[in-house]
T-cell receptor, first 115, second 114 residues
Framework: AQSVAQPEDQVNVAEGNPLTVKCTYS??????LFWYVQYPNRGLQFLLKYITGDNLVKGSYGFEAEFNKSQTSFHLKKPSALVSDSALYFC?????????????FGSGTRLLVRP | NAGVTQTPKFQVLKTGQSMTLQCAQDMNHEYMSWYRQDPGMGLRLIHY???????DQGEVPNGYNVSRSTTEDFPLRLLSAAPSQTSVYFCASRQGLAGAYEQYFGPGTRLTVT
């Protein structure tokens, strides 16, 4: 069965500092991995995805994510955090061989960037 | 394109009442799904559809029914609402099934069951 773990309920960082939001996954075979962001009272917005190839994926708003197959991780990163990055972040996974095509989400990590 | 639309935005039900949450997309997407979002639980998949006439259960299907008579619409029915169904419900769609297509989400429906 597919699963995603986001071990931190909340991440606090000062504006201008680098940020990391952690994600680990479990699938049979290779994964498709995604990061989504949710602003208050809004739906989820796509940030970036990993399909294959380069382990460092760049996405919207200056975010990037690093895929590590041996550690089954896909951590979200940004070199310099902004107050406007404060939101709820979700990691999601789907196995490339999964015939149900289901996308499974983690429990979410709240990012708080203080001025 | 309007993208993924959901109605209503808010709803309050009494225990035992029934209702239908509407979801529509105008992107000709094959795959549609319903999630519920609860604090600390993330998004949990309720039902999904891989095309018109084809639906299947997700992680938490009990108490919910779906149908997909057209590509565009994917309504979620609560037959007899329970307080445990108090949640925020999101509909999502994506272009294809097997590729790494990103999902597009609607704005959500906030449901309270008293």
């Amino acid at each position: 069965a597919q699963s995603v773990a986001q071990p931190e309920d909340q991440v606090n960082v000062a504006e201008g500092n680098p940020l990391t939001v952690k994600c680990t996954y479990s699938v049979s075979g290779n994964p498709y991995l995604f990061w989504y962001v949710q602003y208050p009272n809004r739906g989820l917005q796509f940030l970036l995805k990993y399909i294959t190839g380069d382990n460092l994926v760049k996405g919207s708003y200056g975010f990037e994510a690093e895929f590590n197959k041996s550690q089954t991780s896909f951590h979200l990163k940004k070199p310099s955090a902004l107050v406007s990055d404060s939101a709820l972040y979700f990691c999601a996974v789907r196995g490339t061989m999964d015939s149900s095509y289901k996308l499974i989400f983690g429990s979410g990590t709240r990012l708080l960037v203080r001025p | 394109n309007a993208g993924v639309t959901q109605t209503p935005k808010f709803q309050v039900l009494k225990t035992g009442q029934s209702m239908t949450l509407q979801c529509a997309q105008d992107m000709n997407h094959e795959y549609m799904s319903w999630y519920r979002q609860d604090p600390g639980m993330g998004l949990r998949l309720i039902h999904y559809s891989v095309g018109a006439g084809i639906t299947d259960q997700g992680e938490v299907p009990n108490g919910y029914n779906v149908s997909r008579s057209t590509t565009e619409d994917f309504p979620l029915r609560l037959l007899s609402a329970a307080p445990s169904q108090t949640s925020v419900y999101f509909c999502a769609s994506r272009q294809g099934l097997a590729g790494a297509y990103e999902q597009y989400f609607g704005p959500g429906t906030r449901l309270t069951v008293t």
